[in-house]
């Protein structure tokens, strides 16, 4: 450990280029390797067009050169990486935005004013290809003329050579990308672009220090967005990086309109389009999203992947992040997480009507008895004692449109908080400390030794989850994440039909195991054939995603999705299909599911991109007596 921070010291003395306000010490050893003049590169808030755009022609002067970056404040750390900038202007992280109407003529120029070559991808008509390209040989010159093609949210960008993860460069020249809007014709409602850059030290995510940025900036340095109350936002996200980012709402659901990547840009279908609390972006992937905000307060639209929002693992930041740091309630997060703040279209605040709680909850935060580094949430009704061992927390099941009251006290060293995650709430009760709340009232941090009571009316039934909301990355990871049913009034959880399968990770990044309702070897399922069951899988891994599958006889079996993140999926999405599909962290599938024959199911959990596995075996007894009598569960 030692070792490798001192290596990593070196690297940062390295690869980061100190303000020029900072001591002279510091300019000495920056200046070994870069040059203090460096120009400044803005972050852009991609709300411009580059370019002219004349009698149906765009014309646009792009130049290349290396600048300093700045993710965080403007008189805060930088790196040293390369840039786009139109000619003769400051340079921008993301690249100058590209935006037209459908059918217009582009014509770009590029000029390389860097040291190596560079090749660009993405300069030409949509659809396109990843194979395209054109290098532009240091210190030259090249220009193409295209005509748009399809419309939709695309994006160029270029590599110089650098290292690179999933066919994208990480380093000094992971920012060469910006964005390239085709609109269609016709009237196009207003709409904001947000591309996802990612700087990092390494390559392999669980070593890696990183800068990831939204428009060029990491939270809290972001940019703040504000709505009405019942207005339609619109976003295009575009994620240029190497790494998926499962994006996740508070507080309510939004649309995914389209997806795509660089190339090419598909409508869903508007009978496949649902509503999510979190989507899952591929990587180079991007998506179109509609939002209704519904309710007043601030909110967080953030990655779900914990080394993409922590200052821990943030290059700036990195693990020897003080206690102190992290208990500002504005710097318990980093990286990829816009604040937005939905107001009342008459001005005034919301108004906070707290039902009268029909049910009371103790949640308990404590450490485990059995290993003080876990920690443990315990579930309580009115005069039970906490049970404290690890893994996840109890599943907490809650009735629909009853008013419930959880008081939540924290036994721990340090502050915390809970998010209730894919539930429709008051922001207040959301669980970011710091920032949730409704005009002056904000969310705060429970502190040691105190509590707060988190009131709230779950309005649908579903599966979601409850867990941490401050330092994630620590404190998830030690066990601050535990499963929460909502079902339907009158009715009750009967586990042996309906299983609760909850993915997550003993440890912060690399130093634990990939469990299944906190075990590695989880226990056999016992299942009748003919028996309808409702599976729900919740993946609340630190930064992993799981490729699910079930098998029988070298065969998926088929199952019915019935619900995404705690919705009910429209009843013509809830179709058979071949048990075989991946779930983000921060995402929750149910499915309900009928074993046809007896026999051997084998499900399968594999680590996305990494060689990780957890295997669960069902054995399926065909036992007409048992069908008759057991009651399914309603979908
Ligand atoms: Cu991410």
Request: proline share 7%; hydrophobic share 40%.
């Amino acid at each position: 450990m030692k070792a490798k921070l001192s290596i990593y010291e070196a690297l940062v003395h390295f690869l980061i280029v100190f303000a020029p306000a900072f001591v002279a010490a510091a300019r000495c050893d920056a200046t070994a390797v870069g040059d203090l003049s460096l120009p400044r590169i803005a972050a852009n808030t991609n709300q411009h067009a580059a370019g002219l755009l004349s009698a149906g022609e765009l014309t646009v002067e792009l130049e290349i050169r290396e600048g300093a970056f700045y993710p965080e404040d403007e008189s805060g750390p930088s790196l040293q990486v390369f840039a786009f900038a139109e000619r003769g202007k400051q340079l921008q992280i993301p690249g100058p935005m590209i935006r037209v109407p459908q059918d217009t003529r582009i014509h770009i120029t590029v000029h390389n004013l860097i040291a190596r070559d560079v090749l660009i991808h993405g300069m030409h008509a949509r659809p396109g290809k990843n194979d395209d390209t054109f290098e532009v040989a240091a210190g030259a010159t090249r220009d193409v003329t295209f005509s748009t093609g399809a419309p939709g949210a695309y994006y160029y960008w270029a590599s110089a050579g650098g290292d690179t993860l999933g066919g994208k460069p990480y380093k000094e020249d992971s920012q060469l990308h910006g964005a390239f809007i085709v609109d269609p014709r016709g009237t196009v409602a207003p709409d904001r672009v947000f591309v996802i850059g990612m700087w990092r030290d390494r390559q392999l995510a669980q070593e890696s220090f990183d800068a990831p940025v939204i428009n060029g900036k990491s939270w809290p340095y972001t940019e703040r967005l504000e709505y009405p109350v019942g207005s339609e936002v619109r976003w295009v996200w575009l994620n240029p990086s190497g790494n998926v980012h499962p994006m996740h709402m508070h507080g309510s659901y939004f649309q995914v309109l389209s997806v795509g990547d660089a190339e090419q840009s598909d409508p869903v279908p508007p009978s496949r389009v649902r509503d999510v609390s979190t989507h899952f972006m591929a990587i180079g992937g991007t998506m179109t999203t509609l939002w209704k905000p519904g309710r007043t307060g601030r909110w967080l639209f953030h990655c779900h992947i914990l080394t993409h929002v922590s200052p821990e693992t943030s290059v700036f930041h990195q693990e020897s992040t003080h206690q102190g740091e992290l208990t500002d309630p504005m710097k318990h997060m980093a990286g990829l997480v816009m604040g937005i703040t939905i107001v009342a279209r008459n001005q005034t605040p919301g108004e906070h009507k707290s039902a009268k709680a029909e049910r009371k909850l103790q949640l308990v935060i404590a450490k485990d008895r059995s290993s003080p580094k876990k920690y443990t949430y315990s579930v309580l009704e009115s005069g039970q004692v906490p049970q404290v061992g690890g893994g996840p927390g109890p599943t907490m099941v809650l009735t629909r449109n009853q008013p419930v009251a959880i008081h939540i006290t924290n036994q721990l060293d340090e502050a915390t908080s809970v998010h209730w995650h894919g539930i429709e709430l008051e922001s207040y009760y959301d669980g970011v400390p710091g920032w949730g709340g409704d005009g002056p009232r904000v969310t705060p941090m429970i502190a040691p030794g105190e509590s707060f009571d988190a009131l709230f009316t779950p309005p649908r039934a579903g599966t979601f989850m409850y867990h941490t909301h401050m330092n994630d990355l620590s404190q998830l990871s030690a066990g601050l994440y535990g499963p929460l049913i909502v079902l339907p009034e009158g009715t009750t959880l009967h586990a042996e039909s309906d299983k609760v399968l909850v993915l997550s990770r003993n440890g912060k990044r690399k130093d634990g195991e990939l469990l299944l309702n906190g075990s590695t070897t989880p226990a056999p399922l016992a299942l009748y054939a003919g028996v309808r069951y409702r599976l729900r899988f919740i993946d609340i891994l630190a930064n992993n995603s799981i490729v699910i599958k079930a098998v029988q006889d070298g065969n998926p079996v088929e199952w019915i999705p019935i619900a995404k993140d705690g919705i009910d999926l429209a009843s013509a999405q809830s179709i058979a299909t071949p048990a075989s599909f991946t779930i983000a962290p921060g995402e929750t599938y149910d499915f309900t599911f009928t074993p046809e024959k007896s026999g051997k199911i084998e499900f399968t959990y594999d680590l996305l991109l990494l060689d990780e596995h957890v295997r669960q075996v069902a054995k399926v007894t065909a036992e007409v007596q048992r069908v008759s009598q057991t009651k399914a569960p309603s979908p």
